[in-house]
């Protein structure tokens, strides 16, 4: 079976050809924010052409897409980063793409399938799965399928309070852990990446405070076997995790026996190509 693999996020997109369980071609391009949905369906298509040329021919399709996404319905509910996207046709058009179905889910979800199965996460159920990038997210993985809740909107991990006080949100609350922790508002509010700040010992002493105040939340109310982090800030490898291991560990209160095994991902830019990979089996 031959399956597209499609990652759109806000700041790139990346496209995967999967024979069986192996990935042959991959592509990942810079997303034109202007452009919009449109813009991005025209790169599939020459990405998707160029493989057919090559003797690829996918009979299905999975999606992770960076932003909410209504499963039920299988639409997007809306891009906090990229505009355009609520009520654009995309299972519609990607179907164009494939001789067969397509499958959209949020990519948080989605990079949890592709870690839980082929990752760091493999082994380890239920597993949280948080991706630490220009947003954050969180996927739930109970018994090797994603856990959405009652409306899809479930492992949100990114918009729980951390700071009460602290500044507003894009989401219109405010002291979200995507607000103090991302790599969009970390550049925005320090004027240096998320990479160049994890390389300050005394700032990740700080930062992990509201990260972990974040993944306790995960910790206390799924007790997971283990939680990947994903997403270029997790790319931080030990100057990151060692610290945020031990603030997790201080915030628990004594009395849980709940594992802390808080990992990075495996699959590094992978994991939403092969969670969509998994994902698509599924239809
Ligand atoms: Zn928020």
Same mark, same amino acid.
């Given at each position: 079976m031959k399956t597209l693999a499609i990652d759109i996020g806000g700041t790139k997109f990346s496209l995967a050809a999967f024979d069986g369980g192996t990935m042959v071609h991959r592509e990942t391009r810079p997303t034109?924010?202007?452009?919009?949905p449109a813009w991005m369906v025209e790169q599939f298509h020459e990405i998707v052409q160029e493989w057919i040329r090559a003797g690829f021919h996918a009979s299905r399709c999975g999606i992770g897409f960076g932003g909410p996404v209504d499963f039920a319905k299988q639409t997007?509910?809306?891009?906090t980063h990229v505009?355009?996207?609520?009520?654009?046709?995309l299972i519609q058009r990607v179907t164009e793409l494939v001789s067969g179905p397509a499958v959209l889910d949020n990519d948080a979800n989605v990079a949890a399938l592709g870690e839980a199965h082929?990752?760091? %996460?493999?082994?380890?159920?239920?597993l949280f799965y948080m991706t630490l990038s220009t947003g954050i997210g969180g996927g739930i993985i109970g018994a090797g399928s994603v856990w959405r809740g009652a409306d899809s909107y479930? %492992?949100?991990? %990114?918009?729980?309070?951390?700071?009460?006080?602290g500044p507003d949100c894009l989401c219109g609350s405010n002291g979200c852990l995507e607000r103090l922790c991302c790599g969009l508002w970390l550049e925005r509010d320090y004027g240096k990446s998320a990479a160049e700040l994890m390389t300050d010992e005394r700032f990740v002493l700080r930062y992990v405070t509201n990260l972990a105040r974040g993944l306790k939340a995960a910790v206390m109310l799924l007790n997971p076997a283990r939680i990947v982090i994903g997403g270029g800030i997790a790319k931080a490898g030990d100057r990151l995790f060692l610290p945020l291991r031990a603030e997790l560990r201080r915030q628990i209160p004594g009395w849980s026996r709940a594992r802390l095994d808080v990992v990075p991902a495996a699959l590094a830019d992978d994991s939403v190509l092969y969670g969509a990979l998994v994902l698509a089996e599924d239809i």
């Open positions: 034109n924010r202007e452009g919009g997007v509910t809306l891009s505009g355009g996207w609520d009520s654009y046709p082929f990752g760091a %996460g493999r082994g380890f159920d239920p479930g %492992g949100e991990i %990114g918009h729980l309070t951390v700071d009460p006080d």
